[in-house]
């Protein structure tokens, strides 16, 4: 892995092999969120979901950001942070027709290039915390290459009760036709100061992940061709659940504050060497 150095900021391990151009980036320096780079999910195939919230989300003034879990009277929630967003973020109407293909604004879209994220992950089981790429279109195609597909470069959800990371991709949308491609979860390797790097190179020849500096998993295709949005989320468990939907029973066992660290956000695109 070659290092990629930022001045006053932790550097990036990106693949050899390519010579790499920084195009987009968040080092979440100050004390308030970049909303012209960020938004909220709040809603969930059209419904206001319980456990998504748009508070909770802090600077530490130290180039941080922290999503913290909240707990407000049994209940659990956490914000989930995005660049662009899909036809499920949008409030379904109580009467009319839910608007199939719309979306809201999007801040950052991109094809192609390495994605890389630095944080500490959830110190405590009951909910998880991911990294990740979606296509505004997902499932509106029958070639997946055309809308896209779900780009899972980090989730925690078997962290830290199994010590498992979880990456792959899943494409034709979601529900019986939704399909997964080569998931794979492996044992994190612990670091002197907790700080993990997530990463995919996602290119025309499939998507290769990392995990500080080393390759995880490796997934041909199908391979998304069109731009995608990147993901930064966290969510209480449990509240999928739509025949009993609640909080895990592990969420009662936290002890607060407890809280998903990113120290930056970053993507490279692959320059001609």
Known sequence: MQEFKLEQ??????????????????????????????????????????????????????????????????????AQLQTGSLTYDLPRPEEGFWPFGGYQKQRFLHKFGYYEIRCRLNRQAGWWTAFWLQSPSIGAHPDAAQCGVECDIMESQDYPTEGKIRCGNIWNGYGEDGKGSG?????????????????????????????????????????????????????????????????????????FPEYFEVDYVRVFDAQEI
């Not at 998504?52 to 941080?64: A, I, K, N, P, Y």
């Not at 731009?227 to 930064?232: R, S, T, V």
């Open 9 to 78: 900021h932790a550097a990036s391990l990106l693949p050899d092999g390519k010579k790499w151009k920084l195009i987009w980036n968040d080092e979440f320096d100050g004390r308030k969120l970049d909303r012209s780079k960020w938004d909220f999910r709040l809603h969930f195939w059209g419904k206001r979901f319980p456990a998504f919230t748009e508070e909770g989300v802090e600077l530490d003034g130290q180039s941080h950001l922290r999503i913290h879990l909240i707990e407000r009277d049994g209940q659990y929630c956490s």
């Open 183 to 255: 998931h794979r979860k492996f044992i994190l390797k612990d670091t002197p100061d907790g700080w993990h790097r997530f990463g995919v190179d996602w290119s025309s020849a499939g998507y290769v992940f990392y995990t500080d500096g080393e390759e995880v998993n490796r997934v041909e295709g199908p391979v998304s061709n069109v731009e995608q949005f990147l993901l930064i989320t966290a969510e209480p468990m449990g509240y999928r659940d739509f025949t009993n939907p609640g909080p895990d029973p592990l969420l009662k066992q936290i002890v």
